[in-house]
C-alpha cells in the first residue's frame, strides 16, 4: 500500500466523520428549537415554569426526553393572556 492511498482513505474517512457531525449538530439544534417553542406554547402555569423548563433544557439535555415524556405528546392547549 502507498502513502497516497493511505492519505486518500484517511481524507474520505474525516469527510465522513465531519459530515456526520454536522448532521447531527443540525438535527439537534431543530431539537432544541422545537422543544424550547414547544415549552413556550404550553399552558404550563406561570412564566416562571417555563423559565425553568428553558434553562433545565438548555443546561442539562437529558431534561428533554422528561419533557417530551410529561407533556410532548399531549394535545396543547392554548396559552391564555
Known amino acids: ?12 474517512n474525516n469527510l465522513t ?6 448532521i ?3 438535527l439537534t439544534i431543530n431539537m432544541y428549537a422545537i422543544v424550547i417553542r414547544d415549552i413556550f406554547a404550553r399552558n404550563l402555569g406561570d ?3 417555563k ?3 428553558v434553562v433545565l433544557v438548555l443546561i442539562f439535555w437529558p431534561a428533554i426526553i422528561y419533557y ?6 399531549e394535545p396543547r392547549r392554548p396559552v391564555s393572556g
Do not use: D, P, Q
Open 17 to 22: 466523520v465531519v459530515l456526520g457531525n454536522l
Open 1 to 12: 500500500m502507498t502513502y497516497s492511498l493511505l492519505f486518500a482513505r484517511s481524507h474520505h
Open 24 to 26: 447531527g449538530v443540525i
Open 47 to 49: 412564566s416562571t415554569t
Open 51 to 53: 423559565t425553568k423548563w
Open 68 to 73: 417530551l415524556h410529561e407533556f410532548g405528546f
